[in-house]
């Protein structure tokens, strides 16, 4: 499950080729022949109609596929430009060659398919359309590239197909054919059900003028673009961007099934686009009764009545010529409407499950079909999002004040924001996954706020303050509430997306001049701070209060478990109390994320996009000042923290000493991973008016006996006590990876007491506690030749120490001898533990076949340990004394 599949898939360009008989129309397409007449319409028995008049013209083929599983809604198809052509013995359809050939001087030729032919009469020819659509043409691409005419090339097979229905709707001929597709590559035995919906009109190209990202802008903006082609004899490569035509304006239609409740926000969310223009362009209205997306003839805000798809999207269909959209359609789902706790505790069940399988898969209902996964333009990580939407709707929990009518205001704001997203797409905005960057609410300022909002006492605090200049980011819960609230009450568009829109549409360049940081889905790989469901302008003091909120949400992430056990929203999938199985290790992975997202900062080769917005270009003859501005900033942000100690160290569940530089000042202090405390504020929490009296899943109230508490604060404590180990196993496991090479790259040498000095200063130390931390409460008991022995155990298991150990290598440091001497301290004094603990040195000559099968292992053990720790050198004499 992923809550924003995104998708849109742009028509292609195609055209026919029967130009090497009808001379080109390519040459002079503002002037398009007269098209009257030429329309295709539906025949007897489900037949096509082609005028013999439009044999040889331009047709606009476009479609979309419907999944007939779990939710019908649609995917728009790469469309293509086609003209018919009548043989003896069938219909040819070609596709077009405008765009994707050097030179008309040479003939060529791209058949798509034949019809076979019914009847005809001078007047006419009947084809049948289901016989020759026997393959769906699965091109679609998002988003310029290199040009590609083999994209454009790919189809799946069908293997059975049935035409049902064939329409006229205004100039339009819509057909809906039923098919059975195998797609060759992945899974050719499965046979994925579709509806595949075309709609084919004559074409005549909207005047729209040519718009494409120059060479530059692409750094601060970006559409979508239709399919790069190439220019006549010059072979130079264009790439439109995709943009309506607003000399009309632009309706939006809402489904009519939008339930009364969300209506308001979803024509807010739609008419927030205004503000960008600057003046009226989109209008929102309810859809005539009947009319569902996908529709050739209306952009449609679609509502998806399906609960359990935690997932938005849009789509749209453009002239692949001109990049003039047709129409678009987003497709929200009543999911998000989660309108009263019960709704909001059913919601975080949903997301919880997802958490709980970590392969992450999508459940979307494009299944099997890997073609319209491809399509996907929102990859956002589904773990990603659910772990930070879990957090936020536990958060509306915890409010005991709030009221159903609360929740639904907060669902509302929801609904705005991310209707706004969707129709953002739709006007041919790509995500603008950096605009987080520019928040300007620091953490503590927004939980703050989160706190107001909540409980409906907003003051105006932070009224010039903004959580991201876009819509067009994925943001975590609460910054996607203050944008939806912000839309709700505000006269103005974020500066990203009005100026985005100003450049698109009317070609002003304040998004180029003002240098507005963007970065979209591709980037997300090349730079460190393009994230999704990140917070904040600092990446690092992110990720510290994403740890901190993550320990403090763990308690009620323990309650709502049970909550969801006892109390399902159907009876019959109620679990006993006992068998409630939660993962320590899932919550051990958030943590790790974050643990490495800090420490990849040290890395010389982790690019910051905040950090290179400000050079104007990115090359060899500027990278050492780039990696000065990188440690710069890491300094800066290390120190807002309170040092590196409280950054890395003061979370982990370990004695350490630590010497801290003050407070942060902008996000809560963390403090150290405690199981027991944990323990203790679960106990709290189970008395706390929110869940002695708590509203199930099945919206009735309800409590828990004694003895279920009892349950829950013994699976507390084990989970706590588990997680805490598998923290520091996961700490040692990133410290072991963490290369920190910046220091040295941007000073030309290894510091003496700077941050790095410290990072390994501690990081050595915590090995040492790794490996030599004993538990007195693990013995084993074993003999050593004749004697009996106890040993008392290590804490961390054998895979933890030998991490920890090799977290000392001498390639991981800032330089080659880092960790050498607290490796020889320790390789001294476990192999003296060791040794003691068995009596060792009591034989003369010890062998380990002295020793009784347990203690055999145990010894055996602590020597891979020690193998990895090599001892001190000895004093190494001058090599040239005098
Ligand atoms: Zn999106």
Avoid at 179 to 191: F, G, H, I, S
Avoid at 287 to 310: C, E, K, L, M, R
Avoid at 323 to 347: C, D, M, N, P, W
Avoid at 457 to 482: A, G, Q
């Amino acid at each position: 499950m992923s809550l924003k599949y995104c998708h849109w898939i742009i028509l292609l360009a195609f055209c026919l080729t029967a130009k090497a008989q009808t001379p080109p129309s390519a040459t002079n397409k503002s002037e398009p022949p007269s098209q009257v007449g030429l329309e295709l319409t539906p025949a007897k028995n489900l037949g096509v109609t082609i005028p013999r008049a439009a044999l040889g013209q331009d047709f606009l083929l476009s479609g979309s596929s419907i999944p007939q599983a779990v939710t019908a809604t649609s995917h728009g198809l790469a469309g293509k430009i086609v003209r018919f052509e009548l043989f003896h013995d069938a219909v040819d359809m070609y596709e077009s060659t405008q765009g994707q050939l050097v030179t008309t001087d040479l003939p060529a030729r791209r058949l798509l398919t034949s019809f076979p032919i019914i009847e005809q009469n001078e007047t006419r020819v009947v084809i049948d359309f289901n016989k020759g659509m026997h393959r769906v043409f699965t091109a679609s691409w998002i988003g310029g590239g290199a040009f590609n005419p083999s994209a454009s090339a790919r189809t799946l097979e069908v293997s059975q197909s049935r035409v049902f229905e064939v329409k006229r709707d205004g100039r339009r001929l819509v057909v809906r054919q039923s098919v059975q597709v195998r797609d060759r590559q992945t899974d050719p035995n499965l046979e994925e059900r579709f509806e595949i919906r075309y709609f084919l009109s004559p074409y005549t190209q909207v005047a729209i003028p040519n718009k494409e990202h120059g060479p530059s802008d692409a750094r601060y903006v970006g559409y979508f673009e239709v399919a790069p082609q190439v220019e006549p004899i010059s072979g130079r490569q264009t790439t439109k961007i995709a943009r309506f035509n607003i000399n009309e304006p632009i309706r939006f239609y809402y489904s009519a099934n939008t339930p009364a409740e969300y209506e308001e926000a979803v024509r807010e969310g739609i008419l927030y686009w205004n503000r960008a223009f600057g003046k009226e362009v989109i209008k929102a209205d309810k859809a005539p009764a009947g009319v569902t997306a996908p529709d050739a003839a209306h952009n449609i805000v679609q509502w998806v009545p399906y609960d359990s798809a935690t997932f938005a999207y849009a789509d749209a269909l453009v002239d692949p010529i001109s990049g003039a959209t047709q129409h678009g359609q987003a497709y929200i789902t009543s999911v998000f409407a989660f309108s009263s706790k019960a709704r909001v505790r059913e919601l975080l069940r949903l997301v919880r499950s997802t958490l709980d399988h970590k392969d992450g898969k999508s459940t979307n209902s494009n299944l099997g079909i890997d073609f319209l996964q491809s399509s996907s333009l929102c990859s956002g990580d589904p773990i990603q999002f659910a772990q930070q939407f879990a957090a936020g709707l536990e958060a509306v929990l915890a409010v005991d004040q709030l009221d159903d009518s609360g929740v639904l205001r907060l669902s509302q704001d929801y609904v705005r924001k991310v209707v706004a997203h969707e129709i953002g797409h739709v006007l041919g905005l790509r995500h603008n996954f950096a605009s987080s960057l520019t928040g300007t609410l620091t953490h503590r300022e927004l939980d703050d706020w989160f706190r107001q909002y909540l409980n409906n006492s907003i003051t105006n605090n932070y009224n010039n303050h903004l959580t991201s200049e876009s819509v067009m980011d994925y943001t975590p819960f609460k910054s996607r509430l203050f944008i939806g609230h912000l839309i709700h009450t505000s006269k103005e568009a974020l500066p990203y997306d009005k100026a985005a829109i100003q450049w698109g549409y009317l070609d002003q360049t304040t998004v180029i001049d003002r240098k507005t940081i963007f970065a979209t889905d591709q980037d997300t790989a090349v730079y460190g701070d393009v994230r999704t469901f990140d917070y904040g302008p600092d990446p690092i003091v992110g990720a510290y209060a994403n740890i901190g909120d993550l320990v403090r949400n763990l308690p009620q992430s323990v309650i709502e478990a049970f909550i969801r056990a006892k109390a399902p929203r159907d009876p019959r999938d109620r679990v006993p109390l006992s068998n409630v199985n939660l993962s320590h290790v899932t919550f051990a992975n958030a943590f790790a994320t974050e643990f490495a997202q800090i420490l990849q900062w040290f890395k010389s080769s982790t690019r910051s996009l905040k950090v290179e917005n400000g050079f104007d270009y990115i090359g060899d003859l500027n990278r050492k000042e780039i990696q000065v501005a990188h440690w710069k900033r890491l300094n800066e942000q290390t120190e807002r923290i309170g040092g590196i100690d409280r950054l890395l160290f003061s979370s982990l569940p370990v004695d350490l000493k630590l010497e801290f530089k003050g407070e942060p000042k902008e996000v809560a202090t963390n403090e150290k991973i405690d199981a027991k405390k944990l323990n203790e504020t679960l106990a709290k929490l189970l008395e706390t008016p929110v869940y002695t009296n708590w509203i199930g899943l099945d919206a009735r109230t309800n409590t828990f006996t004694k003895d279920e508490k009892e349950i829950i604060l013994n699976r507390g404590r084990k989970l706590f006590g588990e997680f805490e180990k598998e923290i520091v196993k996961r700490a040692v496991q990133t410290l072991e990876k963490a290369q920190r090479d910046l220091g040295v790259k941007a000073n030309g040498i290894v510091g003496e007491d700077d941050i790095i000095a410290q990072l390994e200063k501690r990081t050595a130390e915590l090995a040492k506690v790794v490996i030599m931390s004993r538990n007195d409460e693990d013995r084993r008991r074993g003999k050593v030749d004749k004697s009996t022995v106890d040993v008392v155990d290590f804490r961390y298991d054998l895979e933890t120490r030998l991490t920890a150990a090799r977290s000392l290598a001498d390639d991981i440091g800032s330089f080659k001898g880092w960790a050498a001497d607290a490796k020889g301290d320790l390789h001294k004094q476990l192999r003296e533990e060791v040794d003691a603990s068995l009596n060792i040195q009591n034989f003369r000559e010890f062998n380990e076949a002295m020793l009784s099968r347990s203690l055999r292992d145990w010894y055996l053990d602590q020597q891979s340990v020690i193998g990895l720790l090599p001892a001190k050198k000895g004093p190494v004499a001058p090599s040239n004394p005098r």
